[in-house]
DNA sequence: GCGGGAAGTGGAACGTGTTTCAACGGGGAC
DNA sequence: GTCCCCGTTGAAACACGTTCCACTTCCCGC
């Protein structure tokens, strides 16, 4: 039974995006898990340290979706804050579609356990990179109003950190989607405001 | 055995920070919490709902230290971001005073449970209105760089969610203490700017 | 005093994440 | 073909959050 390498690792990760899709992040039951992967339990733990890093894995396959959907559609929009704005919303509705899935596999990234960190971190650097991929127009070279790499790399950052807090914010009922579109719109605009006039 | 109204509570939540100092989040045992509080496991959770909701008590209870502290010893600085910077800086430094006992009660905070929306939701109002209280000056009256008050309400907002993903970083092994302030500070200035030339 | 209800107690029990282990099996080295 | 390595399996066991329950204790109104 050896098949391809990480073709468990695959079927493991479907069986929790399947589960998570339906019940959340406390339906991604472990032996549930096991049974719809045809895999036994003991397999999953070779494959993924904790129910948390199986539940990253499933962020990050998120991701990539993510970016082939970016790169197919760019982003539209004449000035910075609006493509960001279209950005987020589009980011946003796309969590939301899937509101369960999105809410098991956040808190997995927001538990913070360190032996994660790298996994978290690259989610993290896509975020960013996709964010800045927005502000900067796709077609053009470095037109970005102006901004240095490293300007576009901290707002990124910081717009990918308002964002994540928006969403856990929102994992836990203390607003609804469109409050989060709009703290993101929000600090979009000011951030780039404030980095215009830095120079 | 009656004594004051709330007086097990207190001794549990107090637990639960000696035990939280010690070993962070895993190191709370709710049956250890209990036998630390003298207290049965059954009248834990008459007082509260979850684990989470313990820990989240004790952040209330952390925040309002915080909040005599800054009444005692007030912000200095002369513009806003200065003071930002200063304030942070100090709250920064007393989350990592205790290390352990912060990644507890943030992890709580960051687990987003709806059941305890309400009590996350004070604690943002209550860190917002820290924030807010450092950017006017205290002795003076509104003279807060020209923002109206709907202004510093965005902005201490967004701070405190760019404060708290940071945090939420930190606790993952992300980035430390000092990348923290750093985040922060920067997001003060640009959005502080940003807000400046808004009117 | 007395009775009743609220709060507390001690302990068992359940679910689920995690660990462990002995046995199995298939594929490559020889 | 035989043997060994190593991933897989199935199942048991453990830890800890959570629930439940029968019993006790305390307080309050009468």
């Known amino acids: 039974m050896k098949s391809a390498p990480g073709e468990r690792a695959r079927r493991i990760i479907n069986s929790a995006i399947a589960l998570a899709e339906e019940g959340g992040f406390e339906a991604v039951r472990l032996r ?74 956040l808190r997995a990234a927001a538990a913070g356990d360190p032996a994660l960190a790298s996994k978290v971190a690259r989610f993290h650097e896509r975020m960013t990179g996709l964010i800045a991929g927005a502000v900067v127009a796709s077609g053009l070279d470095v037109e970005a109003g102006g901004l240095s790499e490293d300007q576009v790399q901290t707002l990124a950052y910081l717009l990918s950190q308002v964002w994540f807090a928006a969403l856990v914010g929102w994992m836990g009922g203390l607003f609804d989607q469109e409050a989060v579109i709009e703290q993101v719109r929000t600090a979009s605009s000011l951030l780039l405001r404030g980095l215009a006039r830095q120079t």
């Not at 493509?83 to 369960?100: I, Q």
């Open 32 to 105: 549930d898990v096991a049974s719809h992967a045809k895999v036994a339990l003991g397999t999953v733990y070779k494959r993924f340290s904790s129910k948390e890093d199986i539940l990253v894995a499933v962020l990050d396959h998120e991701v990539e979706r993510l970016e082939a959907w970016v790169r197919l559609q760019p982003i539209e929009g004449d000035d910075g804050v609006s493509r960001l704005a279209s950005f987020f919303a589009r980011l946003t509705e796309a969590f939301f579609r899937k509101p369960k899935l999105a809410q098991a596999a």
